[in-house]
């Protein structure tokens, strides 16, 4: 399946290309020994209005379609995981307003979003319910023109740097994942704070961390949708983000084989490049088989979602519980080509190896994909 792209998505690509080797590539080991978010990144990534992607042109976006939003995640993940982070939680945090927002709410924060002058964040999981996301318990309890919120998201990507965080609470303990309501809450908002920051293995340049809700009065003007549409809006958007964790790992895999095929060439050992031998050939075209695979069901992902295919949220499982496994798999054997050195900060394979480790994990652990395909096929037996 080859994908067909227009001139302006083409160039955008190799825009996007260039601009991860001159001015991410060069960055990205110092962003993971820091730890620090990126924010000369986030406005590179604003300035070239790649953060505008994910946005339908009449709020201020480029209207990019989904497959090509997945290319340049993938171009920026081949050289630093943490900045292909930044788009991804920019289209996580934002959709549940595109899904389920009015006119007036789409135009109150869409447009600030597409231009990266505000980040956006995705506030579902608790320290009680990860995978089990409905067993959450933050409350929101209506008062007059307010929702009153208490409890605690935790894992939160871009905590405490994103302006528009989207807030998944308790509205109605007797409804079961009915009784789930969508909120906006900005930066800023009294009863609203960071907590805890976590220490990660990779994406180390994201910030994780926790939001804490105490009395924190939400206006009704910020609820998204209906009370209790709040975990089909939390669902759906999960469907159509998860490609985007896929291309990320996909991006991860992919710079981790390039790094392994161009030592693999230059590398001398027993008088010829080890590259010469059919133990590491092997090794490098099985990295390729799995990368180019990936590849495929990433794109036909996006695909599914640019035509609006019924099934979607399936191919978006396949495709992130495929590539994320091929990613471990890639960079586990990349540093293996590189032996010694791969083990060594001064490589980037280590880097990208534990980046890649989170790919597995986060929208929903690979075992919770294999729950959302087998409920699917049972569906379609029905
Ligand atoms: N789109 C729309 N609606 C959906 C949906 C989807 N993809 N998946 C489920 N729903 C709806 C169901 O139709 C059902 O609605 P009705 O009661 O009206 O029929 C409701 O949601 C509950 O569905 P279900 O019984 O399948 O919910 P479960 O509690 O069994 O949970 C899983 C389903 C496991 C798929 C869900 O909890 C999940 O995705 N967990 C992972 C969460 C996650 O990804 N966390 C990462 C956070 S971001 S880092």
């Known amino acids: 399946m080859a994908v067909q792209l227009g001139a302006e998505e083409k160039m955008l690509i190799d825009m996007v290309r260039d601009l991860v080797r001159e001015r991410v590539a060069p960055r990205a080991a ?111 309890v209506r008062d007059g023109d307010h929702y009153v919120l208490n409890g605690l998201k935790h894992f939160i990507t871009n905590a405490g740097i994103a302006h528009v965080n989207t807030v998944f609470a308790i509205t109605d303990p007797n409804a079961g994942v009915r009784g789930i309501t969508a909120f906006v809450v900005e930066d800023g908002t009294p009863g609203f704070h960071l907590g805890k920051v976590e220490n990660k293995m990779g994406i180390r340049g994201s910030q994780t961390g926790e939001l804490v809700f105490e009395d924190c009065h939400v206006p009704v003007a910020n609820r998204l949708g209906k009370d209790g549409d709040g975990f ?50 092997f090794m490098l075209a099985d990295m390729e088989i799995q990368t180019e695979a990936a590849r495929q069901l990433v794109y036909h992902a996006g695909e599914m979602i640019d035509q609006g295919a019924p099934d979607f949220g399936h191919y978006s499982a396949i495709a992130k519980t495929f590539a994320s496994d091929t990613a471990i798999d890639v960079t586990n054997d990349a540093i293996q080509v590189l032996g010694g050195y791969g083990y060594m900060k001064e490589f980037p394979v280590e880097r990208m190896m534990r980046d890649a480790k989170i790919t597995q994990i986060y929208e929903g652990t690979n075992q919770i994909q294999r729950i959302v395909i087998a409920r699917n096929l049972q569906k379609r037996q029905s």
């Open 30 to 140: 110092e962003v993971d020994a820091t730890g620090e978010f990126p924010w000369d990144i986030k406005d590179l990534l604003a300035q070239q209005d790649i953060l505008a992607m994910p946005f339908p042109e009449e709020y201020g976006g480029l209207g990019s379609s989904e497959v090509t939003i997945l290319m340049v995640i993938e171009e920026l993940a081949r050289a630093c995981a943490t900045t292909s982070l930044i788009l991804c939680v920019q289209q996580l945090g934002a959709l549940p307003i595109l899904l389920a927002g009015t006119d007036d709410q789409k135009r109150q924060w869409i447009p600030r979003l597409a231009t990266g002058e505000w980040l956006a964040a995705y506030a579902l999981t608790e320290p009680g319910s990860g995978s089990d996301a409905a067993a959450m318990r933050t409350r929101a």
């Open 232 to 281: 089909k809006i939390a669902m759906s958007t999960l469907d159509r983000t998860r490609p985007g964790i896929a291309a990320q790992a996909l991006g991860i895999a992919q710079g981790a084989l390039d790094f392994a095929v161009a030592y693999s060439k230059q590398r001398v050992q027993f008088k010829r490049p080890i590259g010469d031998n059919q133990g590491i050939q």
